[in-house]
């Protein structure tokens, strides 16, 4: 079955530094959604990319996929305490389902 | 924030009881979805719907079963709770025409423990 892989699985950042979380698949993915968790909530979804060399921006945050759609980028850029929380990626494994598939997920932590 | 209301919120119960947890959406969406999240497993389909009485099993679907009678409520029915399903259940659901292009709006969770 396919999985999804983030890095880090965990990170520890300085107000006002950069971040990059990654997402990777072993098979072409059919959309990808990254979506931010914060502890005891339910997932919030931040931003869909559907097709090769996609990119885009959200306020400080950027996602891009490549070429070959199998992995994906999350950039934080001048991060704030406010980004602390569980990133995660997901997927549609399989054309037309929309059951997606998550990854294990990222949990960030910015120091003030 | 998408129209989503779970419940109950949190839940305990005992080893062999059922237990029906139960998801509302005030967005009129055609599809729905229950999720299980485990540490070391992360989030995992359970069971879909994509319209009143068309529901699929999704990948952890053994021990669950799931009924949808109106557009606006998906139920998810532990037959014989084990503590194997203790976990945070999570309702998503989905407005596209198609499923596969729209992003998944997920409620507040339930957390359920089974003793």
């Known amino acids: 079955s396919q999985e999804l892989e983030q890095s880090p699985q965990s990170l520890i950042v300085q107000e006002g530094k950069n971040l990059t979380i990654n997402c990777t698949s072993s098979k072409t993915l059919y959309g990808l959604y990254w979506y931010k968790q914060k502890y005891g909530e339910g997932l919030i979804f931040l931003m869909m990319l559907q097709k090769g060399g996609e990119e885009k921006s959200h306020e400080k945050i950027t996602a891009k996929l490549d070429e070959k759609k199998q992995q994906s980028s999350l950039h934080i850029t001048a991060s704030q305490p406010s980004h602390a929380g569980i990133y995660l990626c997901g997927a549609d494994p399989i054309s037309n389902t929309g059951k997606l598939i998550f990854g294990q997920g990222t949990t960030l932590q910015v120091k003030p | 924030d998408a129209g989503i209301t779970q419940s109950p919120r949190h839940k305990v119960t005992e080893t062999g009881t059922p237990v029906t947890l139960r998801c509302h959406q005030t967005e009129n969406h055609r599809y729905m979805y229950w999720y299980r999240q485990d540490p070391g497993h992360g989030l995992r389909l359970i069971h879909y719907s994509y319209g009143v009485k068309d529901t699929d099993k999704g990948e952890v679907s053994d021990g669950y079963s799931v009924s949808r009678s109106k557009t606006e409520d998906f139920l998810l029915t532990l037959e014989s709770a084990t503590s194997s399903q203790t976990s945070v259940y999570f309702c998503?659901?989905?407005?596209?025409?198609?499923?596969?292009?729209?992003?998944?709006?997920f409620g507040n969770g339930t957390r359920l423990t089974v003793t």
């Open positions: 998503a659901i989905s407005g596209g025409r198609q499923a596969y292009n729209s992003p998944l709006h």
